[in-house]
């Protein structure tokens, strides 16, 4: 009913095409987490500016330095889901190229040599996958940190105001 699939060029454009798809969705991934990583290195070197200028308002101090403490597990989570996003981006594009190998084989009729190629792309691609949806789960939560950071900024700014309007 089917055909094998060294006779179905579909086949074999499909097993290249899915890891290229998935390679450019991780080269966005890394992109983006990479100038996430860019702001929070901005960020991270205008709070400590700032605490260089409180003196000797603790409260402003101890939210200072509450934000570094945040921004340090932020950069840690970018981080992460930097070094993941590039090993599924690895993963991906090497399971590319072991789909053509496959289809060699298969094409050339060695069935061992396409079972090991499948075998092994498909471990690469399940390893990669994994990491690609963890490297995600990084990046919503540092988003989620990053959203809550600024509505404590917000809530901090309207209390200075607050103060600055009384005097």
Same mark, same amino acid.
């Not at 290195?41 to 400590?48: G, H, N, Q, S």
């Not at 992460?80 to 496959?102: C, H, K, M, N, Q």
């Not at 060699?104 to 396409?114: K, R, T």
């Given at each position: 009913?089917?055909?094998?699939?060294?006779?179905?060029?579909?086949?074999?454009?499909?097993?290249?095409?899915?890891?290229a798809?998935?390679?450019?969705?991780?080269?966005?991934?890394?992109?983006?987490?990479?100038?996430?990583?860019?702001?929070?290195?901005?960020?991270?070197?205008?709070?400590?500016?700032?605490?260089?200028?409180?003196?000797?308002?603790?409260?402003?101090?101890?939210?200072?330095?509450?934000q570094?403490?945040?921004?340090?597990?932020?950069?840690?989570?970018?981080?992460?889901?930097?070094?993941?996003?590039?090993?599924?981006?690895? +993963?991906?594009?090497?399971? /590319? $190229?072991?789909?053509? #190998?496959? %289809?060699?084989? &298969?094409?050339? @009729?060695?069935?061992? +040599?396409?079972?090991?190629a /499948? $075998?092994?792309?498909? #471990?690469? %691609?399940?390893? &990669?996958?994994? @990491?690609?949806?963890?490297?995600?789960?990084?990046?919503?939560?540092?988003?989620?940190?990053?959203?809550?950071?600024?509505?404590?900024?917000?809530?901090?700014?309207?209390?200075?105001?607050?103060?600055?309007?009384?005097?």
């Open positions: 009913m089917f055909a094998p699939l060294g006779e179905s060029p579909f086949a074999i454009l499909t097993a290249i095409v899915a890891p798809v998935l390679t450019n969705a991780c080269s966005v991934l890394a992109l983006g987490t990479s100038n996430r990583v860019a702001r929070v290195v901005d960020r991270t070197r205008a709070v400590t500016a700032e605490m260089g200028h409180v003196g000797e308002d603790d409260k402003m101090r101890h939210h200072l330095e509450h570094l403490s945040l921004l340090r597990v932020r950069a840690r989570l970018l981080v992460g889901a930097l070094r993941l996003a590039y090993l599924a981006l690895g +993963g991906f594009a090497s399971s /590319a $190229l072991i789909a053509v #190998i496959g %289809g060699a084989l &298969s094409y050339f @009729g060695s069935v061992p +040599g396409y079972r090991v /499948a $075998l092994v792309g498909l #471990i690469i %691609g399940i390893i &990669s996958v994994a @990491g690609l949806g963890i490297s995600c789960a990084y990046m919503v939560r540092e988003t989620t940190m990053a959203i809550d950071n600024l509505e404590e900024e917000a809530n901090l700014y309207s209390m200075v105001r607050n103060r600055i309007d009384r005097k």
